[in-house]
């Protein structure tokens, strides 16, 4: 693998288990003093599975893709 893939597969995990532990958190629990905290936990547990499954579905998805376009 690439630097730029590392790379980019470490900024795709942070980017979806963000928004995803963000909304779900909300969705789960609601607002309220310890939303931030609640987050966070969510999120420690989440960054790592994110970009374990970044760089497993990423090259998957670009095989499928370039059978679409070309």
């Known amino acids: 693998m690439k630097k730029s893939d590392v790379i980019f597969t470490a900024i795709m995990g942070l980017g979806m288990s963000i928004i995803m532990t963000l909304v779900i958190?909300?969705?789960?629990?609601?607002?309220?003093?310890e939303?931030?905290?609640?987050?966070?936990?969510?999120?420690?547990?989440?960054?790592?599975?994110?970009?374990?499954a970044a760089a497993f579905i990423?090259?998957?998805?670009?095989?499928?893709?370039?059978?679409?376009?070309?």
Do not use: C, H, Q
């Open 25 to 33: 958190t909300f969705i789960n629990t609601g607002m309220d003093s």
């Open 35 to 52: 939303y931030l905290n609640r987050w966070f936990k969510a999120w420690l547990a989440g960054f790592p599975i994110a970009v374990f």
């Open 58 to 70: 990423a090259p998957i998805a670009k095989k499928i893709t370039k059978k679409f376009t070309s």
